[in-house]
């Protein structure tokens, strides 16, 4: 029978909860690395039992950790993100005679087609890629050394490497989004990267539609329209249909345009969701409703989703890595709150209930669709 595998990373370790077709009961796993910032956790999509994590210790450093069992056992596996004995650093040699030191690893991407190989996006902006299941990297030093490089700032999170996000159609396709530098795309494999950013305006710059310098917070593509890009901004809900190239807005009817997170539907490519945060100064809903917002049109026309979410006194934030969908044939879609909540809808976010309740703050939510 089919089921799926939400993987939640949060503030103080991992959880895997684990549901057949029905999506009814669940099975809690966890905490896994207890005590430990998991900031992200993600499946392979070729292998149903690989799993990475990025395990991130303010003490201890960096750790990858992979799992071959769906998550039921752990190991450390990489020896080239190294802790050098100071504290709080993270040092990568990368042969010069003085490290690069990086904060930590925001977020895991696997690839497509190979088990084995796995991205991994850094504070302070950069790319890396292993090909031996996490055991050793090399930087796709392209983007960090790319002319732009001195006009990136870091936004109010630090200057994250947050989005990945690999064409199925091309395989020489990636594309990347760093806060607050904006969107990148490679067409090479991730050897030379382009800005692309034109359309996106942000005020808080000094030249407002500048290439380079946009907070962008997520951006969301579906696999069957590679084309095709959404990005949720640290204002403005976008949309471009040519790759990146142009972006116009879609905010639409949108209570308030400012968010983190933001997905597509998984059958259904011009459904889209946004969780709405009433500002970048106030990180909690609109009027303390949890309402996840649909649109059904790619952008502009927005219903929102309220039925099972508190409609009260809640005012908790759903972060940029905290929302997925399954692949099931009812599409599910999940998402994570600060105040610990994971939230489930089988129905297309028509109905919602949670999963489990008061986990540590909910940094991450991915999902593996099983067979």
Not at 106 to 125: C, F, I, K, M, R
Not at 156 to 164: D, R, V, Y
Request: with cysteine; hydrophobic share 35%.
């Amino acid at each position: 029978m089919s089921g799926v595998r939400v993987l939640v990373g949060t503030h103080k370790g991992a959880f895997v909860l684990t549901a057949d077709g029905k999506r009814e009961k669940w099975d809690v796993s966890g905490p896994h690395f207890a005590g430990w910032d998991i900031y992200h956790l993600k499946g392979s999509p070729v292998d149903p039992n690989r799993i990475y994590a990025s395990q991130t210790s303010g003490w201890f450093g960096q750790v990858i950790q992979r799992s071959d069992d769906g998550g039921k056992s752990w190991q450390p596996v990489d020896n080239k993100f190294q802790y050098d004995g100071v504290p709080g650093t993270h040092q990568w040699y990368d042969g010069t005679a003085h490290p690069w030191e990086f904060k930590r690893v925001w977020h895991l991407e696997p690839s497509l087609t190979d088990p084995d190989t796995v991205y991994a996006g850094v504070e302070d902006a950069a790319l890396f890629k292993s090909t031996d299941g996490g055991k050793s990297w090399s930087e796709l030093s392209g983007l960090r050394g790319h002319g732009t490089g001195p006009q990136w700032q870091p936004g109010a999170g630090g200057m994250c490497l947050h989005t990945i996000i690999l064409d199925p159609a091309d395989p020489e396709r990636i594309y990347i989004a760093i806060s607050a530098a904006g969107a990148f795309r490679s067409d090479d494999a991730g050897q030379s990267w382009k800005p692309i950013n034109r359309g996106l305006h942000s005020q808080y710059i000094p030249n407002p539609t500048a290439e380079v310098g946009h907070c962008v917070h997520h951006v969301a593509m579906h696999p069957s329209r590679p084309g095709v890009l959404f990005m949720q901004k640290h204002w403005d809900v976008m949309r471009s249909d040519d790759a990146g190239d142009n972006w116009r807005e879609v905010s639409g009817n949108l209570p308030t345009d400012f968010g983190f997170a933001i997905d597509v539907h998984a059958h259904e490519p011009e459904t889209l969701y946004v969780v709405p945060i009433k500002s970048d100064s106030e990180h909690y809903p609109p009027e303390g409703k949890l309402r996840v917002y649909r649109s059904r049109s790619g952008g502009d026309e927005w219903e929102p989703l309220s039925k099972g979410l508190p409609q009260e006194n809640c005012y908790v934030n759903v972060l940029r890595d905290a929302m997925a969908v399954d692949r099931l044939e009812d599409c599910g879609v999940y998402f994570g709150t600060t105040g610990g909540q994971v939230y489930a809808s089988t129905n297309g976010g028509d109905e919602w209930a949670p999963i489990v309740r008061d986990l540590p703050a909910v940094l991450s939510v991915e999902v593996q669709t099983l067979a």
